[in-house]
């Protein structure tokens, strides 16, 4: 394993490490064992949960008790982890909800998610085959953009997930979503139309729908992603 992701595995245990203390400080009556032990930075990520022993459904309670960005938990209405199917083979991963996410405590039901929908129809497919969620779980004030110090606060979360779900493929909607998955500053118009591999899982990325909400000219490009991204999901399941 690279000494770079040896480096953002340690960052995100202590991390994790730092958040179960102030949970259990402010009265979290039990971690299971194996969250708080030693993690082998010599584990691929792939196979390893950073929150190693919980449940989705504790990952999430987890999350909805986060109060690591300050400005976020005292802003947020509800904390939206995400949903669909907790076994899919394919995950979309967004950027942050957006106001209807955070009034309804789920991800990608505004205009966004509307469109999400018919992009999914399009391609013979619907919410409950999928998983979806954001690389925050809480909304940004005025639906800003994500902060640096946001995304490292928020992405064990994401990490859990992918671990528990152990998808074949992801879909990353958007610049920050493929940008904080790839670790990378190429713009998502060089990333998009073809497969890149996020620690052995083969990831797409493609515009967000908010973005073609507002650019309807690039709907195109996505739908020939989108045909990529189909032709490799039922290769992968024959």
Partial sequence: M??????????????????????LELGLKEV??????????????????????LSIAELRKMAEGCRKCAVLCDTRTKVVFGSGDEKARLVFVGEAPG????????????????????ILSAIGMNRDEVYITNILKCRPPENRNPLN????????????????????????????????????KTPISKLRGRFHLYHNILLMPTYHPAFLLRNPSFK???????????????????
């Avoid at 195109?220 to 024959?238: Q, S």
């Fill in 2 to 23: 690279g000494s770079d992701i040896r480096s953002e595995l340690g960052e995100l245990t202590g991390m994790v490490k730092r958040y179960l203390e102030q949970q």
């Fill in 32 to 53: 299971p064992k194996s969250v708080g032990a030693e993690l082998d930075s010599s584990v691929d990520i792939q196979n390893l949960s950073l929150l190693s022993g």
């Fill in 99 to 118: 106001y209807n996410e955070d009034q309804q405590g789920l991800p990608f039901v505004g205009r966004a998610g509307g469109l999400l929908d018919k």
């Fill in 149 to 184: 110090d946001e995304i490292a606060n928020c992405e064990p979360y994401l990490i859990g997930q992918l671990d528990l779900i152990k998808p074949k493929l992801i879909c990353a909607l958007g610049t920050y979503a493929a940008q904080t998955l790839l670790r990378t």
């Fill in 220 to 238: 195109k490009d996505v739908w020939e992603d989108m045909k990529l991204l189909k032709a490799k999901y039922d290769e992968l399941n024959k």
